[in-house]
């Protein structure tokens, strides 16, 4: 067996290269069972993010249900999710290019049913189910009107005429129309300033056959209290999540109305709830449900037995889900990461616990893979602070002896996201070139229970950086990052921390913001109806304290940043302008820091083509190397860094 060579930290080259995760990585989105089969989108970078509905059908092998001119999302909310529905027979879906209802029956093709709307994509529709006798779809509608006005509301959809009938409005927001026994229906709805992790109420009323909604009334939820993911069990018992504990448990509601806590532990069975259409548990055939959590990011997976509500932990052998799970039959299907292989759609049986892999995100291999070790550090007042290191690991070589590695620190979005322990071919790229990666679940991550998570109410852009900077300095303190190479990477919220902790502290050695959040003031202007009062909470109320925005807005204090930047952007991007870029950039040209700034055309806010994310990561891997001053044998990316000698 060969002896790793010992190369400095930062210089090892790595067999992934940025072509391999820009190229070879699906997304999985949407996950839907019709009882005989399961249904899921695929995001594709090599085909401009185009979202393809995949089908797989016990015994057969996964095949592509519609055309390739057809791309699969809803943009309710901006961020979609229960982009299509099934019955018997039967497929709608929205489609990405105008937003309208498709109608798909057996053997046809797919047929628009809503009318066209007033402007492009102004009528959007999201999650749902369809009426007991299939005539009809019960969704959430969102209409954007000539006067920039955004209206939110439970429609019936007929899909014979394309006719919608207004079932409920009134709330700013819906999610989760759900058709239970005899008619009835129940929803979330919550309204400014909350977001559905703050606040949501769930309702319930009967549906008639003339689709007339009856007897609505208040089932749980109000002020405090984050409820999400109502669905029936087979035998027509609700279930939902709640966070009215401190976690987010799972709860069953009895015909008097009393609520039991079926999961009373220190467990979040719900991520952040920023998408529709999905569930963090699911009921098999014969009532039994299959429940995903996150214990300190660590995921976890639960089986609850009917009639005796007995919850059984099970061993299975992955570190991350992916927060939804259907059932097939007896089986159960879910989206899960492993320490050694990226995120996958498992197919589990109920009763051997057997798990096999219907599809990869990626093929991708790593010789040696860095895992992640769970860490938590205390600041001055004693909370704890989350996060995984990533220890430099590679096939080929080794650091020296007396030499600390480079710590590139990564600051999530969000920022009421979270990340989790399992594959991540990115950190693998950085670790297998000799970085050492730490990954943030700074105070406001869901996954630690409530009261982490509203712990960055007001304080965003404040308690996020320091809690970045006390996990960078504590890695360094312990030998495991040297103190001279710190590095802060992140994207839009996660951005705006990167800027924060560059322009606020002198921490961190470089830094690259990837369509970061710059000026607050312009982001709560200019944000969509979803995220428009987000603000409020995390920072204060707009414009009432318009200073504290000032304030913490890097973009205002540009002059002072005091190391080197790289700026990517997307030319298109209406969320994070590329002026904004632009400005940070003359400031660092004005003070003659090394700095690089990169526009992608026909990029937004995120970027989605393959080239685009090749690039940019390869852009990124360079920029470090050589404002570190690392020589590695590996060919870098052709960039211009200003001031750099």
């Given at each position: 067996?060969?002896?790793?060579?010992?190369?400095?930290?930062?210089?090892?080259?790595?067999?992934?290269?940025?072509?391999?995760?820009?190229?070879?990585?699906?997304?999985?989105?949407?996950?839907?069972?019709?009882?005989?089969?399961?249904?899921?989108?695929?995001?594709?970078?090599?085909?401009?993010?185009?979202?393809?509905?995949?089908?797989?059908?016990?015994?057969g092998?996964?095949?592509?249900?519609?055309?390739?001119?057809?791309?699969?999302?809803?943009?309710?909310?901006?961020?979609?999710?229960?982009?299509?529905?099934?019955?018997?027979?039967?497929?709608?879906?929205?489609?990405?290019?105008?937003?309208?209802?498709?109608?798909?029956?057996?053997?046809?093709?797919?047929?628009?049913?809503?009318?066209?709307?007033?402007?492009?994509?102004?009528?959007?529709?999201?999650?749902?189910?369809?009426?007991?006798?299939g005539?009809?779809?019960?969704?959430?509608?969102?209409?954007?009107?000539?006067?920039?006005?955004?209206?939110?509301?439970?429609?019936?959809?007929?899909?014979?005429?394309?006719?919608?009938?207004?079932?409920?409005?009134?709330?700013?927001?819906?999610?989760?129309?759900?058709?239970?026994?005899?008619?009835?229906?129940?929803?979330?709805?919550?309204?400014?300033?909350?977001?559905?992790?703050?606040?949501?109420?769930?309702?319930?009323?009967?549906?008639?056959?003339?689709?007339?909604?009856?007897?609505?009334?208040?089932?749980?939820?109000?002020?405090?209290?984050?409820?999400?993911?109502?669905?029936?069990?087979?035998?027509?018992?609700?279930?939902?999540?709640?966070?009215?504990?401190?976690?987010?448990?799972?709860?069953?509601?009895?015909?008097?109305?009393?609520?039991?806590?079926?999961?009373?532990?220190?467990?979040?069975?719900?991520?952040?709830?920023?998408?529709?259409?999905?569930?963090?548990?699911?009921?098999?055939?014969?009532?039994?449900?299959?429940?995903?959590?996150?214990?300190?990011?660590?995921?976890?997976?639960?089986?609850?037995?009917p009639?005796?509500?007995?919850?059984?932990?099970?061993?299975?052998?992955?570190?991350?889900?992916?927060?939804?799970?259907?059932?097939l039959?007896?089986?159960?299907?879910?989206?899960?990461?492993?320490?050694?292989?990226?995120?996958?759609?498992?197919?589990?049986?109920?009763?051997?616990?057997?798990?096999r892999?219907?599809?990869?995100?990626?093929?991708?291999?790593?010789?040696?893979?860095?895992?992640?070790?769970?860490?938590?550090f205390?600041?001055?007042?004693?909370?704890?602070?989350?996060?995984?290191?990533?220890?430099?690991?590679?096939a080929?070589?080794?650091?020296?002896?007396?030499?600390?590695?480079?710590?590139?620190?990564?600051?999530?979005?969000?920022?009421?996201?979270?990340?989790?322990?399992?594959?991540?071919?990115?950190?693998?790229?950085?670790?297998?070139?000799?970085?050492?990666?730490?990954?943030?679940?700074?105070?406001?991550?869901?996954?630690?229970?409530?009261?982490?998570?509203?712990?960055?109410?007001?304080?965003?852009?404040?308690?996020d950086?320091?809690?970045?900077?006390?996990?960078?300095?504590?890695?360094?303190?312990?030998?495991?990052?040297?103190?001279?190479?710190?590095?802060?990477?992140?994207?839009?919220?996660?951005?705006?921390?990167?800027?924060?902790?560059?322009?606020?502290?002198?921490?961190?050695?470089?830094?690259?913001?990837?369509?970061?959040?710059?000026?607050?003031?312009s982001?709560?202007?200019?944000?969509?109806?979803?995220?428009?009062r987000?603000?409020?909470?995390?920072?204060?109320?707009?414009?009432?304290?318009a200073?504290?925005?000032?304030?913490?807005?890097p973009?205002?204090?540009?002059?002072?940043?005091?190391?080197?930047?790289?700026?990517?952007?997307?030319?298109d991007?209406?969320?994070?302008?590329?002026?904004?870029?632009m400005?940070?950039?003359?400031?660092?040209?004005?003070?003659?820091?090394?700095?690089?700034?990169?526009?992608?055309?026909?990029?937004?806010?995120?970027?989605?083509?393959?080239?685009?994310?090749?690039?940019?990561?390869?852009?990124?891997?360079?920029?470090?190397?050589?404002?570190?001053?690392?020589?590695?044998?590996?060919?870098?990316?052709?960039?211009?860094?200003?001031?750099?000698?």
């Open positions: 067996m060969t002896q790793p060579s010992i190369q400095p930290y930062g210089t090892w080259t790595s067999p992934l290269r940025p072509a391999d995760l820009a190229r070879a990585s699906r997304r999985f989105g949407h996950l839907a069972s019709d009882g005989e089969a399961l249904y899921w989108l695929e995001s594709r970078p090599e085909e401009a993010g185009r979202n393809a509905l995949m089908c797989y059908r016990p015994g092998a996964p095949e592509e249900v519609l055309p390739a001119e057809f791309s699969v999302r809803s943009r309710v909310h901006e961020y979609g999710g229960g982009d299509f529905w099934l019955g018997s027979g039967t497929l709608v879906f929205a489609r990405a290019e105008d937003q309208r209802l498709y109608l798909v029956r057996a053997g046809e093709a797919p047929v628009a049913i809503t009318p066209e709307p007033p402007s492009p994509r102004a009528w959007r529709y999201a999650d749902g189910a369809f009426t007991a006798d005539r009809a779809l019960v969704c959430v509608r969102e209409r954007h009107e000539a006067d920039g006005q955004v209206h939110n509301e439970l429609v019936a959809v007929e899909l014979a005429s394309g006719r919608c009938r207004v079932l409920v409005q009134g709330a700013d927001f819906y999610a989760a129309p759900r058709l239970g026994p005899n008619g009835r229906l129940i929803w979330l709805s919550w309204s400014h300033p909350d977001m559905p992790w703050d606040a949501t109420v769930l309702f319930q009323g009967y549906l008639d056959e003339a689709l007339r909604l009856h007897e609505v009334r208040r089932l749980a939820g109000g002020p405090g209290e984050s409820v999400i993911y109502p669905q029936f069990a087979p035998d027509g018992r609700l279930y939902y999540v709640s966070d009215r504990g401190g976690y987010y448990s799972l709860y069953a509601l009895d015909p008097d109305g009393i609520a039991e806590d079926l999961t009373p532990m220190p467990v979040d069975f719900a991520p952040p709830f920023w998408g529709l259409g999905y569930a963090s548990y699911a009921f098999d055939e014969r009532g039994r449900a299959l429940a995903l959590g996150y214990e300190c990011g660590d995921g976890e997976a639960w089986l609850l037995e009639d005796t509500d007995h919850l059984e932990r099970l061993e299975l052998p992955y570190r991350a889900y992916g927060g939804t799970v259907v059932a039959g007896g089986h159960y299907a879910f989206l899960a990461c492993t320490d050694e292989a990226g995120e996958a759609l498992v197919l589990m049986d109920g009763d051997s616990r057997a798990c892999v219907l599809r990869q995100s990626s093929e991708l291999r790593v010789p040696v893979v860095s895992k992640a070790q769970a860490t938590a205390a600041d001055a007042g004693g909370e704890l602070v989350h996060a995984f290191y990533y220890p430099p690991r590679s080929a070589f080794q650091g020296p002896e007396n030499e600390r590695p480079p710590l590139i620190l990564m600051s999530h979005s969000g920022p009421t996201g979270a990340t989790t322990a399992g594959f991540n071919a990115a950190i693998q790229f950085w670790t297998s070139r000799g970085f050492a990666v730490a990954d943030v679940n700074y105070r406001g991550s869901t996954g630690y229970g409530r009261a982490y998570r509203d712990a960055l109410r007001g304080q965003w852009g404040v308690l950086v320091a809690d970045c900077i006390l996990v960078a300095r504590e890695l360094a303190r312990r030998g495991l990052a040297d103190e001279h190479r710190l590095l802060i990477r992140g994207g839009s919220a996660g951005g705006f921390t990167t800027l924060c902790a560059l322009v606020f502290h002198k921490v961190f050695a470089a830094g690259m913001s990837r369509y970061g959040v710059a000026d607050l003031e982001l709560v202007k200019d944000s969509h109806k979803f995220e428009a987000y603000l409020d909470g995390l920072v204060a109320p707009y414009p009432q304290r200073d504290i925005y000032r304030e913490r807005s973009l205002h204090h540009a002059e002072r940043i005091s190391c080197p930047l790289l700026l990517l952007q997307g030319a991007d209406p969320v994070v302008p590329p002026s904004q870029a400005r940070f950039a003359q400031a660092l040209d004005a003070k003659g820091l090394p700095h690089a700034l990169v526009l992608f055309e026909g990029e937004g806010h995120g970027f989605r083509k393959a080239e685009t994310l090749e690039q940019a990561l390869a852009l990124e891997l360079g920029f470090y190397r050589r404002v570190l001053g690392l020589v590695s044998e590996e060919a870098s990316a052709p960039m211009n860094i200003v001031h750099l000698a």
